[in-house]
């Protein structure tokens, strides 16, 4: 039988870049600042897990969880990195999640974290695009030099081909996504405000990715640093923590799916991993999409937002979009999804995406979202966190406790 497992505290840098901050006094201001919020020190948490994506190739560090291990209080226990690509963050917190369950503990906390800039920063467009095509399958990364949005803007011209819909059509989650961005003060694109012409309209900053595809800047997630942790619990560790239940949100359920890498081959529109995972959280907290009003999804690409939401069940296939033009994804409206920015406007520190949207969800279910984007009565909440070409996912359902 599962135990319950609790949100106990939440806490995130803003993101955009973290300048000098080393890869150590990241790991150690995401431990302390998620501690801190709930007046904790770190000896009390049993279990850990985190999560970073580019760490070898960007950061030139590997053992992640010995730096972990290096914050007082939390050498000695088990603690492990994971990798899944870019659904690292969300794989953390069911490594975190499956410690407790397993009785290694009753307190556990999921750490993840990009640094993708250098000290001044700046990025380095090339090498960060070679970093983030090692997730994909080799035989499909010949002759594309920005590999994934390539793969990505292939998978928005099926879609488009398919449903029959427009790139003004994908450009309405981006124009809705950094309106919500400019509320977050935690989001990297807070201060910059797009129309729908400007997204629609191949110029200047906003230029096609891949020449004869879609892609479009504005289509695109934003190359991001930032960390996010999480502090889980079950009952007895709620009590060890002295919280109290009505104070968390409980992840009631979750699920962890992966298909092949190589994207050619499958119906990446409707991929079967993705629907499994969700499905399998759904079924695990005897919920369904109907209840759901809170979701933040997988936006890598605007093409994401509209096949998340029918991943989450909020849309049928081939509906995504649509979801998003009727006004239904706003935050008064009947799902708000990504009423953080999302990853287009948000930011996308990939180890540490998967955290922030589980912690993003369960502001929104406390009542704690930024005024102008707390959703109305929020009941129920699903997230959808996507590694490779919809190859890992990584879904959970959170509800407030009864």
């Not at 290096?70 to 975190?96: D, H, I, R, T, Y």
Request: charged fraction near 20%; hydrophobic fraction near 40%; include cysteine.
């Amino acid at each position: 039988m599962l135990k319950s497992i609790y949100i106990a505290s939440y806490n995130q840098s803003k993101f955009g870049k973290l300048f000098g901050m080393s890869v150590p006094i990241i790991i150690n201001n995401a431990v302390e600042g998620v501690c801190n919020d709930i007046r904790v020190d770190p000896s009390v948490i049993d279990v850990g897990s985190i999560s970073a994506t580019c760490n070898f190739s960007l950061n030139e560090q590997g053992l992640l969880a010995g730096l972990l291990a290096m914050v007082p209080g939390l050498g000695g226990k088990p603690l492990e990195a994971v990798e899944n690509a870019c659904a690292s963050g969300g794989q953390a917190v069911l490594s975190v999640i499956q410690k407790l369950q397993l009785g290694m503990g009753e307190v556990g906390i999921a750490v993840g974290y990009e640094k993708m800039r250098d000290d001044e920063g700046k990025m380095d467009g090339a090498i960060i695009g070679k970093a983030l095509g090692y997730f994909s399958h080799p035989d499909e990364r010949k002759g594309k030099v920005y590999v994934f949005p390539h793969l990505f803007a292939e998978v928005m011209q099926v879609y488009m081909e398919t449903h029959s819909v427009t790139e003004r059509d994908f450009a309405e989650i981006s124009v809705q996504e950094y309106a919500n961005a400019q509320h977050n003060p935690y989001a990297q694109m807070k201060g910059i405000e797009v129309t729908l012409d400007e997204v629609v309209k191949p110029e200047g900053r906003n230029r096609y990715i891949v020449e004869g595809l879609p892609l479009k800047t504005y289509d695109c997630s934003q190359i991001t640093d930032g960390y996010a942790s999480m502090i889980l619990a079950t009952e007895p560790g709620l009590a060890k923590l002295g919280i109290s239940k009505a104070d968390c949100v409980e992840i009631a359920g979750y699920g962890q799916a992966t298909d092949p890498l190589l994207k050619e081959g499958r119906d990446v529109l409707r991929p079967n991993g993705a629907y499994r995972a969700m499905n399998m959280a759904y079924e695990m907290s005897d919920t369904s999409s109907v209840e759901v009003n809170v979701a933040e999804i997988h936006d890598c690409f605007t093409v994401m937002g509209g096949i998340g939401t029918e991943v989450i069940g909020k849309a049928d296939y081939g509906k995504g979009l649509q979801y998003w033009k009727d006004g239904k994804a706003r935050s008064n409206g009947e799902c708000g999804i990504n009423t953080s920015g999302g990853l287009i406007a948000k930011g996308h520190p990939v180890g540490a995406t998967g955290i922030a949207m589980i912690g993003w969800c369960a502001l929104q279910l406390l009542g704690k979202a930024p005024a102008e984007l707390q959703v109305p009565n929020p009941k129920l909440a699903a997230t959808f966190n996507v590694g490779g070409v919809i190859c890992a996912s990584v879904c959970t359902v959170l509800k407030r406790p009864e």
